[in-house]
């Protein structure tokens, strides 16, 4: 039976082979972006529970992107 853990963000269910493990907590690779991108810009900030994360990396992609 493969290894199976929710995502430590979203309500993902991972299985081995798809688990991005981010300062020691499980993320979906969703997560895993939108934590690194967070940590890069904001690394105090708290990273939210995101419904839809596709639209929320869409969001932060431009915010990054407007800023260069």
Request: charge should be positive; include cysteine.
């Amino acid at each position: 039976m493969p290894f199976k853990v929710n995502c430590g963000n979203c309500e993902d269910l991972l299985i081995r082979g798809e688990i991005y493990n981010y300062k020691g907590k499980y993320l979906c690779e969703d997560c895993y972006v939108l934590r690194y991108l967070f940590d890069k810009e904001a690394p105090d900030a708290h990273l939210p529970v995101v419904p839809h994360r596709s639209q929320i990396l869409l969001d932060v992609g431009l915010r990054l992107a407007a800023k260069r």
